[in-house]
């Protein structure tokens, strides 16, 4: 790459609502380890998002920045090259959130599809915190605050990504030029993992997931409680791989795939018992996770190094995101006093 050409930015974050889990492994975090060297990459621990539907607990929103900021450094993100910040830190991405909301109408954020999902989810009904309500534009803001223009999101988010390009459009249309940038979602090939009870998501609060710091232990019961095949009550008889979430763990973590399709020719068949594959899974998982969960706990004990990181990586993204605040105030020919510099 020449040096004159800089890297894409890209932008992902996480709401800091509790640790991550495999989910978020093979769904994000695995890209964001490999795309840190061909981008520009900013990753942020969204604690103010976090609050629009976690008003009542404060407390677990700040407690879960510095365990979401671990589980980064667990699986390899280097925070010398990618850049991890907190978003309640950003005090640009609040203001350019409130210039936006001027820019997007209730009913379009009523219409929005991941919203309109979210709100049932959460049975909200008509008492949806306007927090909540808005903030796909506080995402929008999110993301022209730090000028990014790739953002890896789940299939569900792409909606939010429709939205800040709408909000893009109609800044710039209002200014009368392309000060902001539009963005593309980067939705993962691989399809959304099942919690280990066979529901379509894994997720802390359903129960249902195997988080990056889980202990030995407790790999070795999530996988003894999975969801196989109901009917596969013998090991002589054929069993189910389709919708079996051992068989779906196995295509998801284990690189060998001649012996994967080995092992579910033989389940298929009859004669390949749950606890035999189980095993089998829980080594490939322990493998995978033992690593990760020895340098979390390396970092864990270091406290202090960790702060230091995210307090170096909010002042670089304070800088990004002022900088574009700037800009847009500057075009949208907002109030300044005499002698105030510009950006
Ligand atoms: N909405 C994202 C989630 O729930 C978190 C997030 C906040 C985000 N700001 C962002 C993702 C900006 C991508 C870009 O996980």
Known sequence: MSILKSKPVILTGDRTTGPLHLGHYVGSL????????????????????????????????????????????????DPDVT??????????????????????????????????TEILLRGFERDVPAGFLCYPVSQAADITG????????????????????EIVRRVNRQIGRDLLSEATAMIPKVGRLPGIDGKAKMSKSLGNAIPLSASADEIRTAVRQMYTDPNHLRAADPGR???????????????????????????RAGGLGDMVVKRQLEDVLQALLAPIRERRAHYAADAGYVLDKLRQGTARARARTEETLDEVREALGLFRFAGDAAA
């Open 241 to 267: 791989v389709e919708g079996n979430v051992v068989f779906t763990y196995f295509d998801a973590f284990c690189g060998d795939q001649a012996a994967v399709a080995d092992l579910k020719a033989r389940y």
């Open 30 to 77: 695995k890209s964001r380890v490999t795309l840190q060297h061909s981008h520009e990459q900013f990753l942020l621990l969204a604690d103010t998002q976090a609050l629009t539907d976690n008003a009542d607990d404060p407390a677990k929103v700040q407690r879960n920045v510095l365990e979401v900021a671990l589980d980064y450094l667990a699986v390899g993100i």
């Open 83 to 116: 850049t991890i910040c907190v978003q309640s830190a950003l005090p640009a991405l609040a203001e350019l959130t409130m210039l936006y909301l001027n820019f997007v109408t209730v009913a379009r954020l009523e219409r929005n599809p991941t919203i309109k």
């Open 146 to 165: 730090f000028k990014a223009t790739i953002v890896p999101v789940g299939e569900d988010q792409a909606p939010l990504i429709e939205q800040t390009n």
